[in-house]
């Protein structure tokens, strides 16, 4: 059974501060790798996407992915209470297309 | 481009009823996945199509079935609605080539909530 695991959370943390999210996978095959905000009551928003080892920065985001170890994770910087959301991270398994793997997600709490 | 879009955005229905939704895909793209997500399951695959034919397949009784048409636009149907139906139905558009690249990056949209009475 392909999975993808997340904390549940929540997580919180203080404004202005880094927020660690984290993620494995169990399928190796896995190609790519995806992150996504969802706030309460609304649709899934691409965040951030990698496929190759290493990290990958866009703004305040940083996306990490080890793929021998199967583990994915997300920094965010500089945390805002806008950010208090629940992220969701996503995998596209090995041999399939159009099909998304999601962890049950991460509940994101900034304090002011 | 305008994202997705799913009609209709709030549905009551009864059990033994049936349902049709609606997707209509970012411009361009070509891919129309379906996904259900409940609090205890969370966002579980329910199908894909491309270019009006079924690719994929998730774990779910034959009684959600969905079809795509030749703009790219997508229906998905349950039948014989139980009150286990009740979730929130995501539709996620993708597949569009760019320079060569064929980007496969789902963006969603707003969903149907469906309420099983």
């Known amino acids: 059974q392909k999975e993808v695991v997340q904390n549940s959370g929540p997580l919180s943390v203080p404004e202005g501060a880094i927020a660690s999210l984290n993620c494995t996978y169990s399928?190796?095959?896995?190609?790519?790798f995806f992150w996504y905000r969802q706030y309460s009551g609304k649709s899934p928003e691409l965040i951030m996407f990698i496929y190759s080892n290493g990290d990958k920065e866009d703004g305040r985001f940083t996306a990490q992915l080890n793929k021998a170890s199967q583990y994915v994770s997300l920094l965010i910087r500089d945390s805002q209470p806008s950010d208090s959301a629940t992220y969701l991270c996503a995998v596209t398994p090995g041999g399939s297309q159009g099909n998304l793997i999601f962890g049950k997600g991460t509940k994101l709490s900034v304090k002011p | 481009k305008a994202g997705v879009t799913q009609t209709p955005r709030y549905l009551i229905k009864t059990r033994g009823q049936q349902v049709t939704l609606s997707c209509s895909p970012i411009s361009g793209h070509r891919s129309v996945s379906w996904y259900q997500q409940t609090p205890g399951q969370g966002l579980q695959f329910l199908f894909e199509?491309?270019?009006?034919?079924?690719?994929n397949k998730g774990n779910f009784p034959g009684r959600f079935s969905g079809r795509q048409f030749s703009n790219s636009r997508s229906e998905m149907n349950v039948s014989t609605l139980e009150l286990g139906d009740s979730a929130l139905y995501l539709c996620?558009?993708?597949?569009?080539?760019?320079?060569?690249?064929?980007?496969?990056?789902?963006?969603f949209g707003p969903g149907t909530r469906l309420l099983v009475l």
């Open positions: 399928d190796r095959g896995s190609q790519s």
């Open positions: 996620a558009s993708s597949w569009e080539t760019s320079g060569g690249d064929v980007h496969e990056t789902q963006y």
């Open positions: 199509y491309f270019s009006e034919t079924q690719r």
